[in-house]
């Protein structure tokens, strides 16, 4: 493998981190969940269990409680799973066996499409209430949110290699402009992301999209990481508002890293900053 090349990170991983998250919101409780592959659900991810009966359970679309949230996308709570009108019972002996009584269950989705499902259990004689499947949600959203940004990162990786694959467009302006936008993405994405290996990797990949300085000469110009990041969004023609939002910062503070830039390339405004940048291979 080379050293920059992107290496997608496991997405169960997510889903472990929040049971793990949400075991700290409820306690006692029994958390699982399962990734969701076609129209079938996989559990896999157990805490708080006390049985093997839900362990490697695949759940059909509209079976149960987390087949009826996977078909209608929407999450769902029963207060009496096993008296419940709400879902069929296929799966009431692993239920019973684990001495759960009232269930909720959120699906994750992603673009409308249900990626996972997590599951929040009690044994108790109070039913769970809307807090429980409300904190389920919340982590839910959490996890989609970073499967976005794990699918667009695959997306542009892809155009990426694609245009590697085809040297032959290298002076064609429409895949430069293609190129520059992907090299400004994953910046972007690479400044927001959680998991430090992962923004580790974008970095890496929009590194290699940027061309070596004429000469092969190492470039005299050190930018610092958010300078960069900047220049990258004002070489797409993005304003201090839109850069600032592209990068969760101030526009006050787009300002300021814009100037520092423009300070260490020696320039007066932000054409001739692009301009210098790009000369330098610092930018593609």
Excluded at 137 to 156: K, P, T, W, Y
Excluded at 206 to 219: D, I, K, Q, Y
Excluded at 260 to 268: D, F, P, R, T
Aim: glycine content about 8%.
């Amino acid at each position: 493998m080379q050293p920059n090349e992107y290496c997608r990170p496991d997405d169960r991983g997510l889903l472990r981190a929040a049971i793990r998250e949400l075991a700290q919101q409820f306690r006692p409780a029994v958390l699982f969940g399962g990734m969701v592959s076609g129209k079938n659900l996989q559990l896999s991810d157990f805490l708080g269990t006390k049985t093997a009966a839900l362990r490697n359970v695949s759940v059909p679309s509209g079976t149960g409680l987390g087949g009826r949230v996977v078909g209608r996308r929407q999450p769902c709570l029963v207060s009496d799973y096993i008296g419940s009108d709400r879902i069929t019972h296929e799966y009431d002996g692993a239920v019973t066996n684990e001495g759960i009584r009232s269930l909720t269950a959120v699906p994750v989705l992603v673009q409308g499409e249900p990626r996972s499902v997590l599951y929040v259990g009690s044994r108790e004689g109070i039913p769970l209430g809307e807090r429980a499947m409300n904190g389920a949600m919340a982590v839910a959203a959490a996890i989609a949110s970073e499967l976005r940004i794990r699918d667009e990162v695959d997306r542009r990786v892809s155009v990426m290699n694609h245009v590697h694959a085809e040297p032959a467009l290298a002076y064609d302006l429409n895949w430069l402009d293609e190129v520059r936008q992907a090299h400004a993405e994953l910046r972007s994405l690479a400044s927001i992301v959680k998991d430090v290996q992962l923004a580790q990797q974008l970095d890496g990949i929009g590194a290699r999209l940027a061309p070596s300085p004429a000469g092969n000469m190492e470039s005299p110009v050190r930018l610092a990481p958010r300078e960069l990041d900047v220049l990258a969004q004002i070489a797409l023609g993005c304003s201090y508002a839109e850069t600032a939002d592209r990068l969760s910062l101030k526009p006050v503070t787009v300002k300021s890293y814009l100037q520092n830039a423009m300070a260490k390339l020696s320039v007066h405004n932000r054409l001739e900053a692009v301009s210098a940048a790009r000369r330098l291979g610092l930018l593609p």
